[in-house]
């Protein structure tokens, strides 16, 4: 009880620090996964069909994955320097896996029938793209965005390492004056605040993709 | 022939990548306005690939495909396609639209504006035998197999193309719900008076459905492409003998009604001896007149008016000379077309 109410006047003592941890973490979450999600389904778009293509494109998708954050993060410093950038990069690299996977797996669930009669029926390869085959494997696409944002949004906190923003900065404050009064608070806020962002933004994240996808799919 | 055809495919072959032979061979084949003819034959003969020549779903290997005597082996295919309705067995219907939207697919592409569109929709619903009220909102997953081919039936008519290819249309529905939609069908063939090619491999189908029917062997050889009652009577050749099957004669017996006959007198002492006699009315075909004699074990049944009167009787010898004539005038028919050659 006495570590939570320590925590809340931490919390308070700090609102407008924390406010602008969550909002900058919040920023930088929001990016990359608008530029992942751009640049993965269009890749998961041009591969689908091609199953070397497609074969190739995971597995480098995977590898980044397996890459410790803080190698993947320092790797970028030499070519931007430090800052937010090197660190979006690197979140931008973790954050395709999902959504490539997913827009692939939904590309390739689509009836064959139903490209068929799209076809039959004079749709371009375009028309056939846009109007019927990115709409039924749109909810898979955005479980992919959901997972990459929830990974960011985790991955993201450690981000202050190569001299980044956002929630870590609590947490690499806490954990350098550990022992010190108000260390402790401290680690807990970025961390409380990091999850809380990821639930948030999860939440948002399954209205749109309620909104975006058509009653028709749903089952 | 009388007029230019609708379709003419002329020596078209398709030989498809990394295959030994090819899947149509040099098949030159005419289909006149407003028919039906059926392709039917064994799987794999190359039906379906044949079908889809047509609106170039498939591009032909060689060979030339004419619509009203247009070439048109060379032009768009998607805007070739905005004018051929295609229908197919899986039917393949946009499981995220509306059926209103799924129907106004055509329409739609080529830019119709709203109002029109809308019309047409309740129309072609309507046309199928589905309230609009009721299905225009609902999504493909909420229809019954029957319900879903005739939306992809209604979705093929959008933008009312005067062919239509249906590839097995009715293939994968229970046979009672089969039987209605074929008849439904030819009904609004009637009105329509659409170019049709339909695919089958089921000759009962074929029969029913078809103005004229194509038998095709491997490759789409066409063995024989006649309507339905010369070639039950005259089969060409073994494979369509074969192919058509058992009790192939008594088919032919549909084509013609009681109505037609010249029939036996009614006479009280020898019909009336108490024994049941099957009675049928002057509309029935031949087949129904068989069926009711083989049920009552009689080698006749009475022709009864409308008011029930017996008018007449048909006897087996009026089925047999009915066959016979058939088989003659196909024979003569086929005559004449060896001369003529
Ligand atoms: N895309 C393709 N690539 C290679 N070969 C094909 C292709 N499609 C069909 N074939 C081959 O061409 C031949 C004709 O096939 P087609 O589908 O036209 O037959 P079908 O008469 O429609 O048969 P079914 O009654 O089984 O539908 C078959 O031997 C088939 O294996
Ligand atoms: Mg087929």
Known sequence: MD?????????VGHGDDVLEATLEHAQITVVVVILATVFSVALGVCVQSRPTSKAIALAIASIFLTIPALALFALFIPLVGPGDNPAMMALFLYAILPILRNTVTGLDEVSPAVV??????????????????????????????RISTLLTVGIAAIAILVGGGGLGTFIQGGLTRLGLPNSVESVWVGTVFTVLLGLALDVVLSLVQRLTSSRGLRA | MAGEPKIRLDHVSKIYQGAEGPAVAELTLDIDPGEILVLVGPSGCGKSTTLRLI??????????????GDDVTDVNPDQLRRRIGYVIQQIGLFPHQTIAENVATVPKMLRWDRKRISTRVDELLELVGLDPRVYRDRYPKELSGG??????????????????????????????????????????????????????????????????IAILG???????ADTPERILAYPVDDFVRSFIGAGTAMKGLAFERVGDLDLAPFDEGRNGDGKPV?????????????????????????????SGRPAGVVELSHLSDALRTAQDEARRHYDELGAAS
């Open chain 2, 147 to 212: 319900q879903a081919q005739r939306v992809g039936v209604a979705r093929a008519l959008g933008a009312d193309p005067s062919i239509m290819l249906m590839d097995e249309p009715f293939g994968a529905i229970d046979p009672i719900t089969r039987e209605s939609l074929q008849n439904e069908f030819l009904r609004l063939q009637e009105e329509l008076r659409k170019t049709i090619v339909f695919v089958t491999h089921d000759i009962d189908e074929a029969i029913k459905m078809g103005d004229r």
């Open chain 1, 3 to 11: 570590g939570l109410h320590s925590w809340w006047e931490y919390v």
């Open chain 2, 218 to 224: 491997e490759q789409s050889v066409v063995h024989q």
């Open chain 1, 116 to 145: 068929e009669s799209a076809r039959g029926m004079g749709m371009s390869s375009a028309q056939r793209l846009w109007r019927v085959r990115l709409p039924l494997a749109w909810p898979l696409i955005m479980t992919g965005v």
């Open chain 2, 278 to 306: 099957g009675t049928i009315t002057a509309d029935a075909t031949l087949f129904e007149a068989l069926e009711e004699m083989l049920r009552t074990a009689d080698g006749k049944t009475v022709v009864v008016d409308e």
């Open chain 2, 55 to 68: 609106n170039r779903m498939i591009e032909p290997t060689s060979g030339r495909i004419y619509l009203d």
